[in-house]
């Protein structure tokens, strides 16, 4: 049988004490896993911001779209990218495409989201007349 292995600086008398170059070493670790909870958090949180900014432009475009479809289709004139420009502007977008196909409208609307590693999400939104049979 072995013997378990004596600390240097361990005090006489008390084999159980333990060694002194071990203490603190669990406050170390109770930091470490403080700050990993605290990393992993900060990427939930930029994670919830990157899908509710995506959201938000999947919205902004299906609400830019409809507008320049209707100019389009009903207005007097004016154009539908125009149109569709004032609409995301109202809506916290920045108008990044816009084609008018015939009696459609495909739009590409980019929201901003305030993070340095993704700049902007994006949301596409096609709208136009419905042909009934």
Known sequence: MSRPPRCRGSRPGRPGAPCESDMGSGTIMGVMMIMAVGLLLCALAALGQA??????????ADAVALSAAAALLYGDGDDPCAVAGVVAERNQARLDACV??????????????????VDAAFGRSRAG????R
């Open 51 to 60: 899908l509710i900014c995506q959201a938000r432009a999947r919205g902004a």
């Open 129 to 132: 007349p419905v042909p009934c």
């Open 100 to 117: 008018v196909d015939g009696e459609d409208v495909e739009v590409r609307v980019l929201v901003p989201t305030g993070m340095p590693i």
